[in-house]
């Protein structure tokens, strides 16, 4: 019953569409998957099709459990079954507020993995989605986790940011005992590469810089090429999401990619990437 953590401090590498896309897989092989979103952005929440405004006991609750005179609230008394089959522990902007709490918490680190020890039984995986940033809500995604998968952008501060995440694994394993399995890196070309870019997507970058509109930023394929290599030295597994347009209408949609385009180019690889996921140990 792996627990498996996706996490980068940085914002937008992918941790969500990596969760939520790996979840989608895993499920459709008829694994029993739990998403557990642990970001006030709620974008898991979202993505699986679930209003974060609706008013329900969510992430907060479980974080505030035991705090001041909060009631005890366990993550099973939050689960929603979603349309993918996947279920889900849904956050809202609420669980923002949790936060200072916990810093008052002797037992900070492991409020998430004591509150997932009652219902670990009942699913095949637990999938974790972590906020951008290195708070509470990461370290207990974290310690909670039986592995974590990085997720990187193919951006030029890729690497600054794994030698950082390094650091934070081995002050994670020094308090808590038990080092960190960070096995698989996940590197999601939300930029297209230079050399790739069809006429077509040339052209629509040139009329778009005509029209004053913003474009997505470009990276070189050498500059890419370095990243995956510098990913190798560290992790076991490097997979490489391409960039695909499905994926905003599949999150949109409220759907995982195995259900929404399983043959899209970005599903291919995370069909592969939740095979890898089932031979972790
Ligand atoms: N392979 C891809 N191709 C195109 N767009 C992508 C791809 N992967 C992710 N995206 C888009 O990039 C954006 C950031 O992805 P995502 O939300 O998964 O990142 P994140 O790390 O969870 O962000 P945050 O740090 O804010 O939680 C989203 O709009 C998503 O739809
Ligand atoms: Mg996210």
Do not use: W
């Amino acid at each position: 019953m792996p627990v498996i953590t996706f996490t980068h401090h940085k914002g937008g590498t992918g941790k969500t569409t990596s969760c939520l896309n790996c979840g989608g897989f895993l499920n459709k092989k008829g694994k029993r998957v739990l998403v557990i979103d642990c970001d006030p952005q709620a974008n898991a929440t979202t993505g699986l099709g679930c209003d974060p405004q609706e008013p329900r006991k969510n992430m907060y609750d479980v974080f505030m459990s035991g705090t001041d005179e909060f009631e005890a609230v366990a993550l099973k008394e939050i689960i929603v079954s979603t349309e993918s089959g996947i279920d889900l522990c849904p956050s809202s902007l609420d669980l923002a507020g949790a936060e200072p709490y916990l810093y008052e918490r002797e037992d900070r680190l492991f409020v998430l993995k004591e509150a997932i020890k009652p219902i670990l039984r009942r699913y095949s995986y637990i999938l974790i989605d972590t906020p951008p940033s290195m708070g509470q809500f990461v370290i207990n995604g974290i310690v909670a986790a039986d592995h974590v998968i990085v997720t990187l952008d193919n951006g030029m501060f890729a690497r600054t940011g794994l030698e950082a995440l390094q650091t934070i694994f081995s002050d994670i394993a020094e308090i808590t005992g038990t080092p960190v399995s960070a096995d698989m890196a996940v590197i999601t070309r939300g930029r297209m590469i230079q050399e790739e870019m069809t006429p077509g997507e040339e052209i629509s970058r040139g009329f778009r810089r005509l029209l004053g509109l913003k474009n997505e930023e470009t990276t070189s394929r050498e500059q890419f090429e370095e990243i995956v290599v510098f990913c190798e030295k560290f992790f076991p597994n490097v997979f490489t999401i391409p960039y695909d347009i499905l994926i905003h209408e599949a999150q949109k949609q409220g759907l995982p990619l195995s259900e929404f385009a399983p043959e899209s180019k970005a599903a291919v690889v995370y069909e592969e990437i939740s095979s890898a996921i089932e031979k972790l140990n």
